[in-house]
């Protein structure tokens, strides 16, 4: 199985901050690289598919990159509403394995 | 509007096997390119990959589930259904079903159903 690594596992941060989160693979897995947003007692959103295509209706301070084995999920001037966890997937390999999240908490 | 919704038991016993249903409205599962699959969040932790389900009856297993796992679906009611036989505790969860319209494999989800597994 590919494991997918995502750091930090928790972050916390201020409205109007840039946030970074990675993600990596195990192996390549070309661009077939997912993001979701899950807000606590809710079902997950999607926000980005391969790797750098924001899903309609996702605003476009959320922006993600990578290839291969390195990917990155980047929140520009980070809104009270994007307090998540976001979680990495990767659709590349049977099985579709997620990373294990990454908490945005406010400072 | 596309939206999903999953139905089934809340609560099943040790062994007994789970059956759940996503009913999917405002998108045809006929459709070239669509699939529906499943997804479980046991509380507090991650999101683990299940079974897939595509258009034109391909299926896909998770290969550490395989084995009590069976996806299935039902063009004419626009329903998947997941069976997962001999139920233990380890897998009580937050059960999703997902679609996919061709762009990740989890484009939209239902808002899923908390199974517990207790005797």
């Known amino acids: 199985d590919i494991q997918m690594t995502q750091s930090p596992s928790s972050l916390s941060a201020s409205v109007g901050d840039t946030v970074t989160i990675t993600c990596r693979a195990s192996q390549g897995i070309n661009s077939y690289l997912a993001w979701f947003q899950q807000k606590p007692g809710k079902a997950p959103k999607s926000l980005i598919y391969a790797a750098s295509n924001l899903q309609g209706g996702v605003p476009s301070r959320f922006s993600g990159s990578g290839s291969g084995t390195d990917f990155t999920l980047t929140i520009s001037s980070l809104q009270p509403e994007d307090f998540a966890t976001y979680y990495c997937q990767q659709y590349n390999n049977n099985p579709y394995t997620f990373g294990g999240g990454t908490k945005v908490e406010i400072k | 509007q596309i939206t999903l919704k999953e139905s089934g038991p809340t609560l099943v016993k040790p062994t007994q096997t789970l059956t759940l249903t996503c009913t999917v409205s405002?998108?045809?599962?006929?459709?070239?390119?669509?699939?529906v699959g499943w997804i479980r969040q046991p509380p507090g932790k991650a999101l683990e990959w299940l079974a897939l389900i595509y258009w034109d009856d391909d299926k896909r297993y998770s290969p550490s589930l395989k084995n009590r796992l069976t996806i299935t679906r039902d063009t004419s009611k626009n329903e998947v259904v997941l069976t997962m036989t001999n139920m233990d505790p380890v897998d009580t969860a937050t059960y999703y079903c997902?679609?996919?319209?061709?762009?990740?494999?989890?484009?939209?989800w239902g808002q899923g159903t908390l199974v517990t597994v207790s005797s």
């Open positions: 405002g998108f045809s599962l006929s459709t070239s390119g669509v699939g």
């Open positions: 997902a679609l996919t319209a061709g762009y990740s494999l989890m484009d939209y």
